[in-house]
Structure formats: structure tokens, C-alpha cells
């Protein structure tokens, strides 16, 4: 891509070249002096921008400046950008320095037990590896990793992708805390709400289950009100390394008191997470269960496949699922091959943010991005 783009530059500048080579002919040698000077400084920074002097390029959802921060050392002191997204995520994960919404010992499900849900994605080789509903294994993306590397699956599941786990060496450890098992409690003696049932009684709103179906045929119902602040900020990131290589990957603990069994829009290809090496990447975060219906981070990819920029993409991407969920909260930060990036976002209370780091810019820095807001 780079270098695409400095040949484009460079046939562009040199057509000109010439062009202005015949009319300065005419001209005396003061004004072809000058006019020397103009066409080598045009060249000059021409080649600067197609050098691209925005990558490498670390970009991940929410203000996890400690995520992006270790990717950028990982990418910068010679590990690949798929090592700078599975270190840089699992910062997340293992030291739980991000959110609760990432990682062990927060958002137990309706059993109490924490389960996660993550995926690693290479653009060059276009390898996939991904794992839902991992139970007793803290390093989620790592799992991931490793279904990538040892097995030609794309994604493997609950207690058996625990098992692929441990005979890959990692350690087998309870993902509950206090704090999540008491969590657990309170919501327990609160009439188990909020949950995420519909069509069931006893009436869902009022009581805990177990439940059963009152009609085969639902009327749709208004997407989730149990979208809280602390319950969507997953983390998702994208890595360009120099050469203009793409990796992205996510990682989550999903919902909130989820139904057990739920796995969410993050470990799922096209829709928490898309890279393609011939355009860019984006990740998405927020009501992964709405979000994941519409595929936004591949469609992402595609809008920028023909020509939107990130930011547009993005944008682009979230209409659809306006137009059918209007309350849904949802964001999609994108980045293209050569650099530029950008985010879009709906509802989540008018805002979000982003962290990014370039070569330009001396820390990882943290954007605001304005949120589109439904009606009502
Ligand atoms: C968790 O609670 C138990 C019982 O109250 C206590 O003994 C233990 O030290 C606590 N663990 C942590 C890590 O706080
Ligand atoms: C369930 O309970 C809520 C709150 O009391 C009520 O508004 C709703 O109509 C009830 N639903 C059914 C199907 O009875």
C-alpha cells in the first residue's frame, strides 16, 4: 500500500514535472530556479506522506490507555502486531486495569460463574482464532491465540475449549471474587433484575426463574433497558505494524447476570472484530447482542473498501441497526490500512472514547467522539 502510494505520487508529480518543464522553457532563469524549488519540495513531502509517518498505529475502544500503551512497547521493541494485540489486551484481562467489563471476577452470569468470550484476527494470513463462553482460564485471548496457532479451527466453546486450554498449559482457576459473588448475591435477593428474558413466566420483570414459554410466536420487544455504563466496555484493538500488517482482536466477559451459555458479538468474526490487510480493520463495542445481528465491523471494512473513510464507515455501518433498534447503545472505532482512523458511535449517553497511539503523537492519547442519539 505504501509503496502503491509512493509510486502513484511520484508518476503524478513527475507528469507535472514534465507539464511545467515545457512552459518554463519560456521562462527566465530566476522563475526556473524558483519553480525548481517548488516541484523538489512538493516531491520531497509527497514521499514523506506516502512513507507514512501515522504507522505503526495502535487504536483500541474506551480510555484503556494501559491496553494500548503495551501493544505500542510489544510493537516497538520488535514483537509482531499479533503479539502487541494479545499482550496488549490481555493488560485487560490479567490485571484488570480497564473495566469490569473485561477479564475475571466481574458480570457473573445468572450461575454466578464469570465467563469470557474473545478473538485474535491476522490480516495477512487471514487466520481467525476465537473462543466463547471460556470458562476457569483468565487469559481469554491467549486461548484464542492458541486456537489460531495449534488447531486449524476458527473457534472453540465452553467447557471444551477449557479443556483445549489446559492441555495447551494454561491454568485452570475459578474466575470468581468476592466482589462477583456478591454481585451475584444482591442480585439474587433483587428478584434477579435486570435479565434478559422475554416471552417466559413466570413474568421475568417480577420473579427468578426457572422459566418456561408462554408463546411460540413473539412479538418483537424493545431491545435491552439493562444497558448499563458498566456493561458494554469491552475492549477491542487493531495493530498496523510499519509495514503496513493489520491484526485486531477483542476480548470480554460479556453481560451482566447473561443467560449461561450467551456468548456476544466479541469472539464473533465480522462483528466484534474484522481486519483485512488490503483495506484496514475495525472493532465494535457496546450491546453486543443487538450489534452482532447486523456484522458492523466487517461492514465497516467494506464501506471503507470503497473509498468511505474510517470515521464514515463507521458512521455508515451503524445506520441499520438505528433504523431497527433506535435505543440500542453501540460504538465502532476503524482504522484503515494507511493510517487514518476513526469512530462513530449511538446513544451510550452522547459519548465515547478511544485510545490511540502513532509515531506522532508522544503518548497513547485518549479521543472523545460525539454520539448520534436516538429520538426519544
Ligand atoms: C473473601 O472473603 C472471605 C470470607 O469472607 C475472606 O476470608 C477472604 O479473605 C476474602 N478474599 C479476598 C481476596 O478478599
Ligand atoms: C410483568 O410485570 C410487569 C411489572 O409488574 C408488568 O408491567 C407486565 O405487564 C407483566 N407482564 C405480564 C406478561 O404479565
Request: glycine share 8%; with cysteine.
Amino acid at each position: 500500500m505504501t509503496l502503491a502510494r509512493s509510486a502513484y505520487y511520484l508518476t503524478h508529480k513527475f507528469t507535472y514535472d514534465r507539464k511545467v518543464h515545457f512552459t518554463a522553457l519560456k521562462m527566465d532563469a530566476v522563475h526556473l530556479f524558483q519553480l525548481l524549488i517548488v516541484v523538489i519540495h512538493a516531491i520531497s513531502s509527497s514521499l514523506t506522506v506516502s512513507k507514512s509517518t501515522s504507522l505503526p498505529l495502535v487504536i483500541n475502544t474506551w480510555p484503556f490507555k494501559k491496553a494500548t500503551e503495551k501493544a505500542w512497547s510489544v510493537i516497538n521493541n520488535g514483537g509482531s502486531n499479533l503479539d502487541a494485540v494479545e499482550k496488549g489486551c490481555s493488560v485487560c484481562e490479567i490485571q484488570r486495569v480497564c473495566s469490569d467489563s473485561v477479564g475475571y471476577g466481574a458480570h457473573p452470569n445468572e450461575k454466578g460463574e464469570t465467563t469470557l468470550d474473545a478473538m485474535i484476527m491476522d490480516g495477512v494470513s487471514h487466520r481467525v482464532g476465537s473462543v466463547g463462553n471460556l470458562k476457569r482460564v483468565k487469559g481469554a485471548i491467549s486461548v484464542a491465540r492458541a486456537v489460531m496457532d495449534y488447531t486449524q479451527h476458527t473457534m472453540l466453546v465452553g467447557n471444551d475449549a477449557t479443556m483445549f486450554a489446559q492441555e495447551m498449559g494454561f491454568t485452570i482457576t475459578p474466575l470468581y471474587t468476592n466482589e462477583s459473588l456478591k454481585e451475584w448475591n444482591d442480585w439474587l435477593h433483587n428478584k434477579c433484575q435486570p435479565n434478559y428474558w422475554q416471552n417466559v413466566r413466570p413474568n421475568h420483570t417480577e420473579s427468578c426463574g426457572p422459566y418456561k414459554p408462554i408463546q411460540r410466536h413473539t412479538v418483537p420487544l424493545p431491545s435491552h433497558q439493562s444497558i448499563s455504563k458498566d456493561n458494554h466496555d469491552t475492549i477491542g484493538m487493531l495493530v498496523i505494524d510499519k509495514n503496513g500488517n493489520i491484526a485486531g482482536g477483542t476480548s470480554t466477559n460479556g453481560m451482566n447476570h447473561k443467560i449461561p451459555g450467551r456468548v456476544g458479538d466479541s469472539p464473533i468474526i465480522g462483528s466484534g472484530a474484522y481486519v483485512d490487510n488490503d483495506i484496514g480493520g475495525a472493532v465494535g463495542t457496546g450491546d453486543g447482542d443487538v450489534m452482532m445481528r447486523f456484522v458492523p465491523s466487517f461492514h465497516t471494512v467494506q464501506l471503507m473498501l470503497n473509498g468511505l473513510s474510517p470515521e464514515k464507515a463507521a458512521r455508515s455501518a451503524l445506520k441499520p441497526i438505528i433504523k431497527k433498534y433506535p435505543d440500542f447503545s453501540g460504538a465502532i472505532v476503524a482504522a484503515s490500512i494507511s493510517g487514518e482512523y476513526g469512530a462513530a458511535c449511538h446513544n451510550f449517553g452522547g459519548k465515547v472514547q478511544y485510545t490511540l497511539q502513532t509515531p506522532s503523537l508522544k503518548n497513547a492519547t485518549i479521543f472523545t467522539v460525539k454520539c448520534s442519539m436516538s429520538s426519544k
